[in-house]
């Protein structure tokens, strides 16, 4: 069964990090791209961010570049979003996604981690 | 503000046709770039439904059909039924802001 799995979410306060991992199972991870998606509850999706396979084609959302950075290490199959001056607006539930092999859709979602900032 | 437009709310009785639309621009559908399609349940995460315009994921009945014309994409749902009540959300890719982009939800009720 295909499974990723996030963890890492919590209480933070403005100005902190915190590091978001995802993990992956039943499927060969190197073979995917992967996304992090968030959403504010009741509220829309918010695409965060992109890395390909092989940690190429790296892309960030505006509101999150320079602050946020994607990894991913294939030998543990798993993703990392690292969180840096978070603020306020930073807050929601962020998803982890697998891209498809056939298509540039994510076809596999985890059940998502939630982030809280405040102070 | 998503740069793909979709209607906030559209309703229909059980068995009725619906479509819920996705609009965009030049730098995303109109460019070419893919547009997929969203389900999303009530304290769940997402699910695929749809990719590359009109691809039903697997496991996905055939009453769900998906579209493009010009700089916007349409998902139909035919046969409405209670359980299609969710939120459904559009997703391509954006040359202008070199990164993917979801639309701005369409939250679906059976009358």
């Known amino acids: 069964e295909v499974k990723v799995v996030e963890s890492g979410g919590g209480l933070v306060q403005p100005g902190r990090s915190l590091r978001l991992s995802c993990v992956a199972s039943?499927?060969?991870?190197?073979?995917?791209?992967m996304h992090w998606v968030r959403q504010v509850p009741g509220k829309g999706l918010e695409w965060v961010s992109h890395i390909g396979w092989d940690s190429e084609n790296i892309e960030y959302a505006e509101s999150v570049k320079g602050r946020f950075t994607v990894s991913r290490d294939n030998a543990k199959n798993t993703l990392y979003l690292r969180m840096d001056s978070l603020r306020n607006e930073d807050t929601g539930i962020y998803y982890c996604?697998?891209?498809?092999?056939?298509?540039?859709?994510?076809?596999?979602w985890g059940q998502g981690t939630r982030v809280t900032v405040s102070s | 503000q998503s740069v793909l437009t979709q209607p906030p709310s559209v309703s229909g009785a059980p068995g009725q046709r619906i479509t819920v639309s996705c609009t965009g621009s030049?730098?995303?559908?109109?460019?070419?770039?893919?547009v997929h399609w969203y389900r999303q349940l009530p304290g769940t995460a997402p699910k695929l439904l749809i990719y590359?315009?009109?691809r039903r994921a697997s496991g996905i009945p055939d009453r769900f059909s998906g579209s493009k014309s010009d700089t916007s994409a349409s998902l139909a749902i035919t046969g409405l039924q209670v359980e299609d009540e969710a939120d459904y959300y559009c997703h391509s890719y954006d040359s202008g802001l070199n990164g993917h982009v979801f639309g701005s939800g369409t939250k679906v009720t059976v009358l």
């Open positions: 030049s730098s995303n559908i109109g460019a070419g770039y893919d």
């Open positions: 996604g697998r891209v498809s092999v056939f298509a540039t859709a994510i076809d596999h």
């Open positions: 039943g499927f060969t991870f190197d073979d995917h791209a």
């Open positions: 590359d315009y009109s």
